[in-house]
T-cell receptor
Framework: GQQLNQSPQSMFIQEGEDVSMNCTSS?????WLWYKQEPGEGPVLLIA?????ELTSNGRLTAQFGITRKDSFLNISASIPSDVGIYFC??????????FGSGTKLNVKP | GAVVSQHPSRVICKSGTSVKIECRSL??????MFWYRQFPKKSLMLMAT?????????EQGVEKDKFLINHASLTLSTLTVTSAHPEDSSFYIC???????????FGSGTRLTVV
C-alpha cells in the first residue's frame, strides 16, 4: 500500500500553544484528509482538502494541501485540553481508497 | 448526520473460533464500505473494500479466506475472522461512503482479543 510519513509522532504542549503536524508521501493524492481519533473510537473527519495549494480552516484548525499534491500540514491554534487525541492524515487515491499516516499523538497540559 | 454503527464494540474469543463483526449504515445506503485494521499505537491499515452484491477487493497481503467479507445489503457489511489466532487480535474499523463528496464516516471500531 501507499506510505505516508507523518510527523511528529507525539507532542507534549502547554494549553494555549499552537501545534503543527505534517504528512508527506512519495505518491500523489487526489485529496488529503485530516482525522482525529480518541481512544476506543473510530476516526472523526476534521478537514478535507481537495485541490493542490488549498488552505482550509475549521475553527482553530487550519490545513493545507501541498502544491505537489504529495504533502499536507495541519495547524491547531491556541490548544485546549480537549484537543488531546491522535491525529491522522489520510491521502485519498483513486477517489475511493484511503491511506493513513502513522498518526501524531497530541498531549495538552492544562 | 450519517452514522455508521459497528457491532460488537469488544469481543474476546478462543483460538480457532470464528468471529463476525457487523458494520451498518443507519440512515443512508452504502454501496461501498471499507474495512481497516489498527494495531495499538499504529495507523489504520486498509484491509479490503466491500462492494454490495459483489466480491470484496482485498489489499495486498490480506488473506481473503481468513477475513471473509460479505456485503449482502446496502446497509450492512460483515467481516468474519475465521479460525482466529492471537495475532489476529486488533482494533477493526469500518467506514462507509455517505454519498456526499468524500463523506466517509467511520464506525466506532471493534476490539478483538483472541485468547
Amino acid at each position: 500500500g501507499q506510505q505516508l510519513n507523518q510527523s511528529p509522532q507525539s507532542m507534549f504542549i502547554q494549553e494555549g500553544e499552537d501545534v503543527s503536524m505534517n504528512c508527506t508521501s512519495s505518491s500523489i493524492f487526489n485529496t488529503w484528509l485530516w482525522y482525529k481519533q480518541e481512544p476506543g473510537e473510530g476516526p472523526v473527519l476534521l478537514i478535507a482538502l481537495y485541490k493542490a495549494g488549498e488552505l482550509t480552516s475549521n475553527g482553530r484548525l487550519t490545513a493545507q494541501f501541498g502544491i505537489t499534491r504529495k504533502d499536507s500540514f495541519l495547524n491547531i491554534s491556541a490548544s485546549i485540553p480537549s484537543d488531546v487525541g491522535i491525529y491522522f492524515c489520510a491521502g485519498v487515491y483513486n477517489f475511493n481508497k484511503f491511506y493513513f499516516g502513522s498518526g501524531t499523538k497530541l498531549n495538552v497540559k492544562p | 448526520g450519517a452514522v455508521v454503527s459497528q457491532h460488537p464494540s469488544r469481543v474476546i474469543c478462543k483460538s480457532g473460533t470464528s468471529v463476525k463483526i457487523e458494520c451498518r449504515s443507519l440512515d443512508f445506503q452504502a454501496t461501498t464500505m471499507f474495512w481497516y485494521r489498527q494495531f495499538p499505537k499504529k495507523s489504520l491499515m486498509l484491509m479490503a473494500t466491500s462492494n454490495e452484491g459483489s466480491k470484496a477487493t482485498y489489499e495486498q497481503g490480506v488473506e481473503k479466506d481468513k477475513f471473509l467479507i460479505n456485503h449482502a445489503s446496502l446497509t450492512l457489511s460483515t467481516l468474519t475472522v475465521t479460525s482466529a489466532h492471537p495475532e489476529d487480535s486488533s482494533f477493526y474499523i469500518c467506514s462507509a461512503n455517505t454519498g456526499t463528496n468524500y463523506g466517509y464516516t467511520f464506525g466506532s471500531g471493534t476490539r478483538l482479543t483472541v485468547v
